[in-house]
């Protein structure tokens, strides 16, 4: 086989599994969220403000991280955004009381986010020509799900093998964070360090830049397509209570669920970057599903509500998932479809995640309050989500008429 393929395909692998691992320690506490709560003491309270901390310095970072990934070489900011993910890992694993949590958690929102974040959706650009842009980052979702289900499967496994949970959750974590110390040492070697095109660029003139991109009509229609499609994103995570509290679905039912969803974010997002490449279109791609998510969270509406309604709500909802990772491996590929210069890949990656992904501040405490209200709650979910859909339709749409209308001008423009 050709050894650039191999070199290729062989980083997008160490990108994806990195990418998978390198999120689950800042939210590690979802996973052992009572024997961490017991080894340090915390109250419910605390628990809480250990994420708050870590989302402080997170939001924030991500448009300074289109900063960083412009001016300095990926290669240098992942293996430094592994590494120290990973050392942060082994220090919270010692519990080393709320205090020292509450910093390492801050930290983490540092560097996984401003210092990764932006790096890694420059890095996938960069593997491969505009016509391979759809499978990169499609390989790289779908793997990355598919890694990520085998790291829960096997944290879960030491997790087991203890009969102290206390001691069980903490080597849990550090296996964890090993793996992302193994994976920062690889990129050093792996990955290349061709962008040296925006070392010509001064500091503050990548700063200049990254607010010329603002001025970028097309730039807010990828914010658009982002902040729609991640909302309904947020919102799948609520089918399985749905399930549960409305149609009878046993817990353990919901967790198997949980460990399947990984399975198909490796599903959706593969087939959502080849397709991508096969229609010459991430954008097509982008549009097809969404209008499918927009018809399938209004199918929800119809189901019956008895036992005989749950393996319909099942099928609807593993549907839904495929689409939505079909989306979510596309809508940084399509900055490619936008015509931006790859250049500024990290400025323009940065804005649209810190404006697309603004659902996190308002969409989980928006939910919750509709679904207190019983079922009346879960429909007015399944109506917002069905608008989702279409406003992201839409903003594909209308980004796709730009692109056709004026591409020689917004060639002109895009080159900062």
């Known amino acids: ?134 499978r990169l980052f499609g390989l790289q979702e779908g793997l990355r799900g598919i890694l990520n289900a085998l790291l829960v499967f096997v944290m879960a496994g030491i997790y087991a093998g203890f009969s102290d949970k206390v001691v069980g959750a903490a080597w849990s974590i550090r296996f964890c964070a090993i793996l992302l110390l193994v994976v920062g040492v690889l990129c050093w070697f792996v990955i ?88 010459h279109s991430r954008l097509k791609v982008i549009m097809g599903s969404s209008a499918l998510l927009a018809v399938s969270y209004i199918l929800y509406l119809a189901i019956p509500n008895s036992a005989s309604g749950l393996p319909l709500v099942l099928i609807n909802f593993m549907f839904g998932l495929i689409l939505v990772y079909a989306i979510r491996s596309q809508y940084f590929a399509d900055i490619d479809d936008a015509g931006l210069d790859v250049n500024i890949t990290g400025r323009v990656s940065g804005i649209v995640s810190t404006f697309g992904y603004l659902p996190d501040l308002f969409i989980f405490t928006m939910i919750g309050s509709w679904i207190d209200k019983g079922h009346f709650g879960y429909n007015m979910m399944f109506i917002y989500a069905g608008a989702m859909g279409i406003g992201c339709l839409l903003f594909a749409f209308i980004l796709q008429r730009v692109i056709n209308k004026k591409p020689e001008k917004a060639n002109q423009q895009n080159r900062l």
């Open 1 to 134: 086989m050709n050894k650039a393929l191999i070199k290729k395909y062989g980083t997008l692998l160490l990108l994806a599994a990195g990418s998978g691992f390198i999120f689950q320690l800042p939210f590690i506490r979802e996973t052992f969220y009572v024997p961490i709560q017991k080894a340090m003491g915390l109250t419910n309270s605390q628990m809480g403000m250990l994420n708050s901390w870590y989302a402080i310095v997170a939001t924030p970072a991500y448009f300074l991280g289109g900063i960083v990934a412009d001016k300095f070489s990926p290669k240098i900011m992942l293996t430094f955004s592994f590494i120290s993910t990973g050392i942060l890992g082994l220090w919270f694993s010692t519990f080393p009381g709320f205090t020292a949590s509450r910093i390492i958690f801050a930290l983490m929102g540092f560097t996984t986010v401003m210092t990764f974040w932006s790096s890694v959706i420059k890095a996938t650009r960069m593997l491969g020509n505009s016509r391979e842009q759809g």
């Open 192 to 279: 290349d360090r061709r962008q040296e095109d925006g070392k010509s660029e001064t500091l503050g003139e990548v700063v200049i830049g990254m607010f010329r991109c603002l001025k970028i009509p097309k730039v807010w229609l990828l914010v658009g397509i982002v902040f729609t499609a991640y909302s309904i994103y947020g919102i799948m995570s609520y089918i399985t209570t749905y399930a549960i509290n409305i149609y009878g679905m046993s817990e353990e039912m919901g967790a198997t669920i949980g460990g399947i969803r990984y399975l198909l974010q490796g599903v959706g997002g593969i087939i959502g970057g080849f397709l991508a490449d096969k229609i």
